[in-house]
């Protein structure tokens, strides 16, 4: 599935720098346009999001019968939280085992998560980043639309084994201002850059990095479709997916 003609070694250095890299043309085209295509016609997302103190995933036809007064009461709490820097609001489709036998195109979603773990994977991501302690990636696949968002937060949490935080892009077309960025920022909240959504690109980063997924406008054009997840190291256990927390 990768592009054979990356060079492993240019991108090792490029790492070294900052602890962060864009991979562009990650996976071989082919393999890329398939996978965007099935999410952005045969997925059907649930809603994920942090609420009461809790991660909450409601799917698409549970949320959507919810009365007013419900759904008023989730959308004015995850605004209050998200003033104050907390929590989340997107589309996720997690690789979940009891999913694993669905129809062919779904199939090819999981072969993709099933390639993550791979030798061939995980020997590509040791090779650029030093790791030598990876065993295992989750995965899930994301979709941000107008009005959803990922507060800023580092992904280094306690009792977890995570290494290096990846999002591998399905968007063919993206504008800055409809915002859905990858952006950066120092340790005490100063933004440093951001990245833009992208076709077939790989983010591949440290944990300890600060990011945040920047406010989708309503005016956005498109939804932002990618694959996320972080590669854990030794202890980890070897199966599981882990959501933001």
Request: hydrophobic share 40%.
């Amino acid at each position: 599935m990768l592009n054979p003609d990356l060079d492993r070694d240019a991108l090792a250095a490029e790492f070294r720098g900052d602890q962060r890299i864009l991979i562009p043309d990650v996976l071989r085209p082919e393999v890329a346009e398939r996978i965007r295509s099935i999410c952005a016609e045969k997925v059907a997302f649930d809603y994920v999001y942090f609420l009461d103190g809790a991660v909450r995933v409601t799917g698409g036809q549970e949320m959507a019968a919810f009365d007013a007064a419900t759904k008023a009461r989730i959308s004015q709490e995850l605004m209050r939280n998200a003033t104050d820097g907390i929590g989340y609001l997107y589309c996720g489709y997690v690789m979940n085992a009891t999913r694993a036998d669905g129809d062919g195109d779904l199939r090819c979603l999981y072969e993709v998560y099933e390639y993550l773990n791979s030798s061939d994977m995980l020997d590509f991501i040791e090779h650029i980043t030093g790791r030598r302690d990876l065993v295992r990636a989750d995965a899930q696949y994301t979709r941000y639309s107008a009005g959803q968002y990922l507060t800023r937060h580092r992904d280094d949490i306690e009792g977890t084994t995570r290494r290096l935080a990846y999002v591998l892009g399905f968007t063919r077309r993206w504008h800055p201002d409809w915002g859905g960025l990858l952006q950066f920022y120092e340790d005490d909240g100063t933004p440093r850059d951001a990245w833009m959504p992208a076709f077939n690109r790989l983010s591949l980063f440290d944990i300890r990095h600060v990011h945040s997924v920047t406010y989708v406008t309503p005016f956005a054009g498109a939804a932002r479709l990618s694959l996320t997840g972080w590669f854990y190291g030794e202890g980890s256990p070897k199966a599981g997916v882990e959501l933001e927390s």
